[in-house]
């Protein structure tokens, strides 16, 4: 079975030739070696990932690699975390279906002209405190209203 390990806190200018030289020594556990790039600038993100053959193999990494001094930058080295993103879009949400409804940018679902905020965002917050005492007024004028019925 093999084990994906997380490979963090990596120079931004590092090249993908240099991170693979890294690992020489370990050659022989390995299966792959990725260093995650922006895909704007093809520069490196911070991280990459190295999978090897065994938990044993995996675990020696960790320990060898967690905490070492690479190009001025200490390295944070541990078991990755499965993916989960895939797995999610194929699944329907537990709400059932969005009958096309897409999510907008503040994270509510979008509907046509209606915005539909999600339950963690409906929690009440604090006014904020540059217009607390505008909005004290607004709320007392419009009690004081009266509508026609």
Same mark, same amino acid.
């Given at each position: 079975?093999? !084990?994906?390990l997380?490979f963090?806190? $990596?120079? *931004? ?6 991170f ?5 020594? /370990?050659?022989l556990?390995? !299966?792959?070696?990725? #260093?995650i ?8 993100r =911070?991280?990459g990932f !190295?999978?090897?053959?065994?938990? &044993?193999?995996?675990?020696?990494? @960790? &320990?060898?690699?967690?905490g ?6 200490? $390295?944070? @080295? ?5 993916? +989960?993103?895939?797995?999610e879009?194929k699944?329907?949400?537990?709400g059932?279906? /969005?009958?096309?409804? *897409? *999510?907008?940018?503040?994270? =509510? *679902?979008?509907?046509?002209? +209606?915005?539909?905020v999600?339950?963690t965002?409906?929690?009440?917050? &604090?006014? /904020? ?8 007024? $607004?709320k007392?004028? #419009?009690?004081?209203?009266?509508t026609?019925?």
């Amino acid at each position: 079975m093999s !084990v994906r390990l997380y490979f963090g806190n $990596l120079p *931004r200018d590092l090249e993908p030739e240099a991170f693979e030289s890294i690992f020489s020594a /370990d050659n022989l556990d390995l !299966v792959s070696v990725k #260093l995650i790039s922006d895909r704007k600038t093809g520069k490196c993100r =911070g991280f990459g990932f !190295v999978t090897t053959k065994t938990d &044993e193999a995996a675990d020696a990494l @960790v &320990e060898k690699y967690n905490g070492f001094t690479f190009q001025d930058a200490t $390295l944070k @080295v541990e078991k990755a975390m499965p993916r +989960t993103e895939k797995e999610e879009s194929k699944e329907e949400p537990q709400g059932g279906s /969005d009958n096309g409804a *897409r *999510r907008s940018k503040k994270g =509510g *679902r979008k509907n046509g002209n +209606t915005v539909v905020v999600s339950e963690t965002q409906s929690a009440v917050t &604090e006014p /904020d405190p540059r217009w607390a005492q505008d909005l004290a007024k $607004l709320k007392e004028m #419009l009690a004081a209203q009266t509508t026609p019925s």
